[in-house]
T-cell receptor, first 110, second 116 residues
């Protein structure tokens, strides 16, 4: 279907460790977006990936779109307590419909 | 200036009551959305409007009625509230139209509805 899968739903890391999470689809994605939601906050757009194999960096965050455009990854280098939150990937569909994955909630032990 | 603002931020009400949530965006976007986020943080689209026209209606019970008086406003009215309606409701807007491509979504701060 038109879903994107994010597994697991929770991950705990020690501050300073790297963190990687994945977003998978059974069908080809036209593009993928990533959002971050801090505890008690609202989702905030991070990035959009459009091209096959595309890699984009934002400071310690690296986003990648798979060659087949069926998966995407988010990698955080040397996590900090400010990285805490839920990270969602989302796929676009007809009528500007954005369908979100279930998200992964990251906690960071200081 | 808040780009997407929704009111109220909190609603606590009894089962069977009717409530409304209002949303306004000052970004000049054409498309507005309502999303429901449950206790497991799953974000599920409910409705979208493009230039006041209903585009997406995701099999939401007809107790939920969105209204868009103009493209900067999208309100949500809920009749006969049920316990399962308890959630955070997010309004969002984007520059996307009816084509598949959409720009980023800008979310409001959310309205937490608790039905007792």
């Amino acid at each position: 279907g038109q879903q994107v899968m994010q597994i697991p739903q929770y991950q705990h890391v020690q501050e300073g460790e790297d963190f990687t999470t994945y977003c998978n689809s059974s069908t080809t994605l036209s593009n993928i977006q990533w959002y971050k939601q801090r505890p008690g906050g609202h989702p905030v757009f991070l990035i959009q990936l459009v091209k096959s194999g595309e890699v984009k960096k934002q400071k310690r965050l690296t986003f990648q779109f798979g060659e087949a455009k069926k998966n995407s990854s988010l990698h955080i280098t040397a996590t900090q307590t400010t990285d805490v939150g839920t990270y969602f990937c989302a796929r676009t569909g007809a009528n500007s419909k954005l369908t979100f994955g279930k998200g992964i909630t990251l906690s960071v032990r200081p | 200036d808040t780009a997407v603002s929704q009111t109220p931020k909190y609603l606590v009400t009894q089962m069977g009551n009717d409530k409304s949530i209002k949303c306004e965006q000052n970004l000049g976007h054409d498309t507005m959305y309502w999303y429901k986020q449950d206790s497991k943080k799953f974000l599920k689209i409910m409705f979208s409007y493009n230039n006041k026209e209903l585009i997406i209606n995701e099999t939401v019970p007809n107790r939920f009625s969105p209204k868009s008086p103009d493209k900067a406003h999208l309100n949500l009215h809920i009749n006969s509230l049920e316990l399962g309606d308890s959630a955070v409701y997010f309004c969002a807007s984007s520059q996307g139209g009816v084509a598949e491509y959409t720009g980023e979504l800008f979310f409001g701060e959310g309205s937490r509805l608790t039905v007792l």
